[in-house]
């Protein structure tokens, strides 16, 4: 459900799942500004390719006009939108035949300002759509209401467009005469694919803003956070209470994601090519799903350094509601077999007729649950088969996963795998090579959720874990 009659654009990029970054204002914020200043550097590195002088593309922003660059200002027909207080002249646009500018004097040539209604979510969001030749791109800064932040942003034409109809959408209810000469202006640059390289020029320009003094702070900014989950950031890398393993975890988390998270966002653009043989298409879509795995671990573990440098993390105060279990099953099981399978696994989900409502955090729950099947079924041996039983425990859901069959090599229940500690939050499986969390870090993350982990060894089973989430309390 939206939160008003239109979608915000952070609604729209969160459905369209695109890269959504949530956190502290404070980092959202960080990773605005570098985004901007990215992009700036991109649209000056394409009009260095241009030769003539005809307009270079066309800004939509919020709540303020973001270049101030003349090469750039010279170039691009902006639009700026605000939710400032108007009167009933502000109903038309800044320097557009007809209209009547609220503050002429202070608008510069070739801006035009457009309102938002105050009742309008949007209006707590800073926004920019970029529309050229070559490329288009949107990027949303997003306050919520319980006090953390998002930034997100996409390439993808298509994400862009839904963008702009959610916008548009507004213009034709506070400015219907100037709505078709807008979409005129934005039909001037057909959604096309971007060459991969501009997704690789951004994010070299995107580096480049990283601050000197402080790299780390990036790998806290850029990451990926749990929505609804305001977990303090405050404490600074000199704080007493700072652990070099938490420190190391979160370097290493943020070194493999950034690069994975590049790289999937150039297979998603070379996946929107229709000229690409079937053989190519499946093995991309292999990548993009082999990175969305790694960059989903990589954020359990950052999540999981952050919870033993939090003092509210650690006593359980997080942002927890009743939400639907049904819902999050029934995306998360398809994803579970899917992983299951590629092991060479089976894996089946046992259900009662019907789910109630849990208390918890409906983005950190999916998560932690995926994460904890990942570790799962890598502790087993091929051919093993796993049943996930999910019933009702008095004022709790209980829900289990536990191997069913005996191991085929030996015909015995299966062993839990060796597994070596590495400082105090991972675990490594010489087997496999895997690096996981351990069980007392993998507990603190299901308490920080409302939940609670246990982890037995049954002779006829093998290793057990058996998950209680706490049930909605009806008035």
């Given at each position: 459900?939206y939160?008003?009659?239109?979608?915000?654009?952070?609604?729209v990029l969160?459905?369209?799942?695109s890269?959504v970054?949530k956190g502290s204002?404070?980092?959202?914020?960080?990773q605005?500004?570098?985004?901007?200043?990215?992009?700036?550097?991109?649209?000056?590195?394409?009009?260095?390719?241009?030769t003539?002088?005809a307009t270079?593309?066309?800004?939509?922003?919020?709540p303020?006009p973001?270049?101030?660059?003349?090469?750039?200002?010279?170039r691009?027909?902006?639009?700026?939108?605000?939710?400032?207080p108007?009167n009933?002249?502000?109903?038309?646009?800044f320097?557009m035949?007809?209209a009547i500018?609220?503050c002429?004097?202070t608008?510069p040539?070739?801006?035009?300002?457009?309102?938002l209604?105050?009742?309008?979510?949007?209006?707590?969001?800073q926004f920019?759509?970029v529309?050229t030749e070559?490329?288009?791109?949107?990027?949303?800064?997003?306050?919520?209401?319980?006090g953390s932040?998002?930034f997100?942003f996409?390439f993808?034409?298509?994400?862009?467009?839904?963008?702009?109809?959610?916008?548009?959408?507004r213009?034709?209810?506070?400015?219907?005469d100037?709505?078709?000469?807008?979409?005129?202006?934005?039909?001037?640059?057909?959604?096309?694919p971007?060459?991969?390289?501009?997704?690789?020029?951004?994010?070299?320009f995107?580096?480049?803003?990283l601050?000197e003094?402080?790299?780390?702070?990036?790998?806290q900014?850029?990451?990926?956070?749990?929505?609804?989950?305001p977990?303090?950031?405050?404490?600074?890398?000199?704080?007493?209470?700072?652990?070099?393993d938490?420190?190391?975890?979160?370097?290493?988390?943020?070194?493999?994601?950034?690069p994975?998270?590049?790289?999937r966002t150039m297979?998603?653009?070379?996946?929107k090519?229709?000229?690409?043989?079937?053989t190519?298409?499946n093995?991309?879509?292999?990548i993009?799903?082999?990175?969305?795995e790694?960059?989903?671990?990589?954020?359990?573990l950052?999540?999981?350094?952050?919870?033993?440098?939090s003092?509210t993390?650690?006593?359980?105060?997080?942002h927890?509601t009743?939400?639907?279990?049904d819902q999050?099953?029934?995306?998360?099981?398809?994803r579970?077999?899917q992983?299951?399978?590629r092991?060479?696994?089976?894996?089946?989900v046992?259900l009662?007729q019907?789910?109630?409502t849990?208390?918890?955090?409906?983005?950190?729950?999916?998560?932690?649950?995926?994460g904890?099947?990942?570790?799962?079924?890598r502790?087993?041996?091929?051919?093993?088969?796993i049943?996930?039983h999910?019933?009702?425990a008095?004022?709790?859901?209980?829900l289990q996963?536990?191997?069913?069959?005996?191991?085929?090599?030996?015909?015995?229940?299966?062993?839990?795998p060796?597994?070596k500690?590495l400082?105090?939050?991972?675990?490594?499986?010489p087997?496999t090579?895997t690096?996981?969390?351990?069980?007392?870090?993998?507990?603190?993350?299901?308490?920080?959720?409302g939940?609670?982990?246990?982890?037995?060894q049954?002779?006829e089973?093998?290793e057990?874990?058996?998950i209680?989430?706490p049930l909605?309390?009806s008035?």
């Amino acid at each position: 459900m939206y939160e008003w009659i239109l979608p915000s654009l952070s609604e729209v990029l969160a459905e369209s799942g695109s890269i959504v970054a949530k956190g502290s204002p404070t980092k959202a914020e960080q990773q605005w500004r570098m985004s901007l200043a990215a992009i700036e550097h991109l649209l000056i590195e394409t009009l260095a390719k241009t030769t003539s002088d005809a307009t270079l593309g066309l800004v939509l922003a919020a709540p303020a006009p973001l270049f101030s660059q003349p090469t750039l200002t010279q170039r691009l027909q902006t639009v700026t939108f605000t939710a400032k207080p108007f009167n009933p002249l502000a109903l038309m646009p800044f320097n557009m035949p007809g209209a009547i500018a609220i503050c002429p004097e202070t608008t510069p040539p070739g801006e035009s300002v457009l309102p938002l209604l105050p009742a309008d979510p949007l209006a707590a969001e800073q926004f920019c759509l970029v529309f050229t030749e070559k490329f288009s791109l949107v990027l949303v800064l997003a306050t919520h209401k319980n006090g953390s932040s998002s930034f997100a942003f996409a390439f993808e034409p298509e994400v862009v467009q839904q963008a702009w109809r959610a916008l548009g959408a507004r213009v034709m209810l506070t400015n219907p005469d100037y709505f078709a000469e807008l979409d005129s202006l934005i039909a001037n640059y057909p959604p096309v694919p971007p060459d991969y390289r501009t997704a690789f020029q951004f994010s070299q320009f995107l580096l480049q803003e990283l601050p000197e003094e402080e790299p780390k702070e990036w790998g806290q900014g850029i990451r990926e956070e749990f929505p609804q989950c305001p977990i303090s950031h405050t404490q600074s890398a000199s704080t007493p209470n700072t652990n070099p393993d938490v420190e190391l975890l979160q370097a290493f988390a943020h070194e493999v994601r950034t690069p994975l998270t590049t790289i999937r966002t150039m297979t998603r653009l070379l996946l929107k090519r229709r000229d690409l043989p079937t053989t190519v298409i499946n093995r991309l879509e292999i990548i993009d799903h082999e990175c969305t795995e790694q960059i989903d671990r990589m954020e359990l573990l950052f999540k999981a350094a952050e919870l033993e440098t939090s003092a509210t993390a650690k006593s359980g105060i997080t942002h927890l509601t009743p939400m639907s279990l049904d819902q999050v099953l029934h995306q998360s099981i398809p994803r579970w077999q899917q992983a299951a399978h590629r092991r060479n696994l089976t894996l089946d989900v046992v259900l009662p007729q019907q789910l109630p409502t849990v208390v918890s955090n409906p983005a950190m729950l999916d998560r932690v649950l995926t994460g904890l099947m990942e570790n799962f079924t890598r502790s087993l041996p091929p051919g093993s088969h796993i049943q996930v039983h999910v019933i009702p425990a008095g004022d709790q859901l209980k829900l289990q996963l536990s191997p069913q069959s005996l191991c085929p090599e030996t015909n015995q229940a299966t062993t839990p795998p060796i597994r070596k500690a590495l400082g105090q939050l991972l675990m490594f499986q010489p087997e496999t090579g895997t690096i996981s969390l351990n069980l007392a870090a993998t507990k603190h993350l299901f308490q920080a959720i409302g939940g609670k982990l246990i982890v037995r060894q049954r002779p006829e089973y093998g290793e057990v874990m058996t998950i209680f989430l706490p049930l909605e309390v009806s008035r």
